[in-house]
């Protein structure tokens, strides 16, 4: 229940009865759904009510923690996550030593379709917050763009927006730092290495679901001296990042920290409606463990 | 420009399609043996790779002026070979695509070659400096510096001895050791990190869809 404790009294925000009273209301909803899915299949696609139970579930809980934002409910506190402390102290770090912070997401590394896009929008929290701070501190920031054309205004964007925010829009160069290397991974990976031998790095931050290219920049960053810092919710790619990082966003912890470097009390809250999707998972893994051994075949029920 | 065309007018967009598309998946809407959900679905996602595809020439420009800066910073030779070789290959291809069409260039005996000889090689070396530093980067990380990579280095360790035959025969029990690594601890954390991952998926993709996703919506 941590993630419903209030940060400004240290109270729990969500009562008993709404804790139990929504869910309640979502199961019978659900159970309504299932029964018009097995009489009447026309309306809707037969084998996907449990889909639809779920996604209702999930949506009506971040409605229902928005509500509360919008009501002026005490946010959920989120706990430190100490790749997000080390972004400061990273960029205090380039401004001691005069070298430039260096962000990526990986050759293609930005999706802006499919699985991945909400890892991408949540490392567009991370960047911008990065260059916000670069340009508050006074730091050098070097964006190497990936190598995926439809996302240069979404990024760049983000990028200018940070700028402006602390009102030094005219001090970042985008000629100079804002990079575009093309196709091709190894390209991508060896445009960056060149750029930490030739200009300096003292941090290196990536965000994204690509592996292999990971080595090669982190690597190379590291070899420079800089601090490295990364993280993925994509868990093939994760291990490279543990190999090659000072800090690490570990899976889900990148969605946490979109929300919490961008302070948005909305995003913040919506984080709760994880959490229960996270309670609803454990409860279905605990009951279905405990009736898979009495007999009863409950994937076998899921999947019908 | 108004904040209405510049945020709420996208925001507006991708509700609505968003919600057209994930009602697709639920609900089996035929009339007349169409699926109108479905065909317009279809529909989106052809123009959505028209405008993927179109954005292409936004990156084009971009790589052609971040060569020529490059260029301008560096004046070095290297950097005068590098800029060179891209603007002249750059120039060829140009020729090369406007002259034989699209399909028919990069099946050119010349593009093949360029291909074959030059661009491979170099992405092969680029694959050995990556294992090198996969080499490294493994080394450090298993060293025996904590309790956790006590841990990880036997894991580790017993998980690829338990792919050496020579190992498994040798040592008995290495096999069973290893499997369990495999199958217990990593498996059930490889489930534990794809469940939440998916959940913070989920959770930020209904944010966008209903406007929320600050780091989306452009605010100067």
Redesign the interface.
């Known amino acids: 229940m941590k993630a419903f404790r209030s940060s400004r009294s240290g109270s729990v925000t969500v009562s008993a009865l709404e804790f139990i009273v929504v869910p309640a209301v979502l199961f019978f909803a659900w159970v309504y759904i299932d029964y018009i899915s097995t009489t009447h299949p026309?309306?809707?696609?037969k084998g996907?009510y449990w889909?639809?139970g779920f996604?209702m579930f999930?949506?009506s809980s971040?409605?229902f923690y928005?509500s509360r934002v919008a009501k002026g409910a005490p946010l959920p506190k989120l706990r430190t996550i100490a790749a997000i402390e080390a972004i400061r102290e990273g960029v205090g770090r380039a401004v001691e030593i005069r070298k430039p912070v260096h962000f990526s997401f990986g050759s293609t590394g930005v999706t802006?379709?499919g699985?991945?896009?909400?890892?991408t929008?949540?490392g567009?929290?991370v960047l911008?917050y990065t260059a916000g701070l670069c340009a508050e501190l006074g730091a050098r920031f070097i964006f190497h763009?990936p190598?995926v054309?439809?996302a240069?205004?979404?990024l760049q964007?983000?990028v200018?927006?940070a700028y402006?925010?602390e009102g030094k829009l005219e001090e970042f160069d985008q000629?100079?730092d804002l990079?575009?290397?093309?196709g091709?991974m190894?390209v991508y990976?060896?445009a960056m290495a060149s750029s930490f031998m030739?200009e300096g790095v003292a941090m290196k931050i990536m965000m994204g679901s690509q592996p292999?290219c990971i080595?090669?920049a982190l690597?190379?960053a590291r070899l420079q001296g800089a601090i490295v810092i990364g993280g993925t919710?994509?868990?093939t790619a994760?291990y490279?990042f543990?190999?090659?990082c000072d800090y690490l966003f570990?899976?889900?912890e990148?969605?946490?920290a979109?929300a919490k470097v961008?302070g948005?009390p909305?995003?913040i809250s919506?984080?709760a409606?994880?959490e229960l999707?996270?309670y609803f998972?454990e409860a279905l893994l605990f009951i279905g463990a405990l009736l898979m051994l009495v007999g009863f075949e409950f994937i076998k029920f899921l999947k019908n | 420009m108004s904040t209405f065309i510049k945020r709420d007018l996208p925001t507006l967009v991708i509700a609505i399609f968003g919600f057209i598309i994930v009602a697709e998946w639920f609900l089996p809407i035929k009339i007349d043996g169409r699926s109108y959900l479905t065909e317009f679905k279809t529909f989106l996602g052809t123009y959505s790779t028209i405008m993927y595809y179109g954005a292409f020439g936004i990156g084009w420009v971009y790589a052609i002026t971040s060569e020529y800066y490059m260029m301008r910073r560096n004046r070095n030779w290297q950097q005068y070979v590098v800029s060179g070789s891209f603007f002249g290959m750059i120039l060829i291809q140009s020729f090369v695509v406007f002259y034989y069409g699209f399909p028919g260039a990069v099946v050119l005996p010349e593009y093949r070659w360029f291909m074959l000889n030059i661009y491979q090689w170099q992405a092969q070396a680029q694959y050995g400096i990556l294992f090198l530093y996969q080499c490294g980067a493994v080394y450090r990380v298993l060293r025996l510096r904590s309790m956790e990579t006590i841990v990880l280095s036997i894991c580790g360790l017993a998980f690829i001895l338990r792919s050496i035959p020579l190992f498994v025969a040798t040592i008995p029990g290495m096999m069973e050791f290893g499997n369990w690594v495999a199958g217990a601890p990593v498996l059930a954390g490889t489930r534990a990190a794809t469940m939440t991952s998916s959940l913070g998926g989920l959770v930020v993709g209904l944010r966008a869809l209903i406007g929320k996703e600050s780091t989306v919506i452009e605010v100067r």
Do not use: H, Q
Request: aromatic content about 12%; some cysteine; hydrophobic content about 45%.
């Open positions: 026309f309306i809707l696609n996907r889909d639809l996604f999930m949506i971040i409605l928005l802006l379709t699985t991945y896009t909400g890892e929008l949540a567009l929290g911008g763009m190598a054309p439809a240069i205004p979404l964007g983000t200018l927006e402006a925010k000629k100079r990079r575009y290397y093309g091709g190894m990976c060896a030739t292999t080595y090669v690597e190379a919710s994509r868990w994760m490279s543990v190999l090659t570990i899976g889900e990148v969605f946490a979109g961008t948005n909305f995003m919506s984080l409606s994880e999707g996270k998972a």
